[in-house]
């Protein structure tokens, strides 16, 4: 009998645990937030975690996403923000774009436009996708910090220590790998494949998930993506919510995850977030001529974030 596509390895995990075939001893499974999950003490055993599950899933794409808590889903921001019908929400996002794109220059053809959203969802904006990562240690930074809107500045951002005792990084199940083909446009009157973004097929038929490369589909002008090993994924159609695609969540020790980083500047918020003298896309996108959509637009689109450890840049 066939199996399901998505299966929450955590049984799967325990079991091998019980007969000493597990993935580390360090490794347990505990209920976390409701929810069971592998909780890890070391460095090594994460690894080896991580490492069991994309040998276990070696046909598939398995990307990671760090949080400072669970809150039993992983939706996009755009779905977080109000309880829109998902035609509206593509309607809203798709006038925003086009309108963007128009007003600044943004990505003019075809090939570009395909991946303007993710792109901006990076930088702040809420859209219909989610990001995810293909790097532990930054994993481990969004699951060891929390994200804060400073009091007296607003709409200026810092990434502060979790005052959680745990931090949660979740496995995503992003499909096979021959199932994802590269999204096409007709440029020029041929049809052309768009570097760094799949859509998830059916037989001859898209199912709606894409899953992105940001560090493919734009230049290192766009440096956050790139510093980030930023990949991002949109659920398939009809769906608001990409939590059936979480096949395991791995719990960290907070304090601890945080020493495993280091102090190194690889690992820092401001290495992470390049500043607008570093990030040329950033620079654009905080240029005064784009306020307006920035800040005065639709308030579930939300705005491109500023940073405190940008010094005067972030203000």
């Known amino acids: 009998m066939p199996e399901p596509p998505f299966i929450d390895w955590t049984e799967r995990i325990a079991a091998s645990l019980w007969k000493g075939e597990g993935p580390d001893r360090s490794a347990r499974v505990v209920d ?4 069971p999950a592998v ?3 070391s460095y090594q055993g994460l690894v080896r975690v991580l490492g069991y599950m994309k040998y276990s899933l070696k046909d598939k794409w398995v990307l990671f996403r760090g949080q400072n808590r669970c809150y039993g889903s992983l939706q996009p921001g755009i779905y977080r923000a109000g309880k829109h019908p998902p035609a509206e929400v593509d309607g809203l996002m798709e006038a925003f774009l086009n309108e963007y794109r128009d007003a600044i220059g943004f990505d003019p053809k075809p090939a570009h436009k395909v991946t303007t959203e993710p792109l901006l969802q990076h930088y702040g904006i809420r859209t219909r996708w989610v990001d995810l990562v293909d790097s532990i240690p930054y994993a481990l930074f969004f699951a060891t910090r929390k994200l804060q809107e400073l009091d007296r500045r607003p709409g200026v951002y810092d990434y502060v220590e979790s005052p959680d005792e745990q931090g949660v990084i979740y496995l995503v199940d992003c499909g096979y790998e021959q199932e994802l083909r590269s999204v096409s446009v007709v440029e020029r009157g041929q049809p052309q494949d768009v570097p760094g973004i799949w859509a998830e097929y059916e037989g001859r038929q898209a199912t ?3 899953v992105c490369d940001l560090r493919r589909a734009k230049p290192s002008k766009a440096l956050r993506p790139h510093a980030q090993h930023g990949w991002l994924c949109r659920p398939e159609v009809g769906e608001q919510d990409l939590w059936y695609r979480v096949v395991l969540r791995i719990v960290v ?19 992470l977030f390049p500043s607008p003298e570093d990030d040329f896309n950033f620079h654009r996108l905080l240029d005064a001529r784009n306020q307006r959509f920035l800040v ?10 500023r940073f405190a450890f940008h010094g005067g840049h972030g203000s």
Do not use: K, N
């Open 253 to 271: 020790p907070t304090v601890q995850a945080r020493r495993w980083l280091g102090e190194g500047d690889c690992t820092s918020a401001a290495a």
């Open 39 to 41: 909780a890890v003490d």
């Open 32 to 35: 976390y937030q409701g929810l």
């Open 208 to 210: 709606g998930f894409q």
């Open 296 to 305: 005065d637009q639709d308030p579930r689109l939300g705005r491109i974030m």
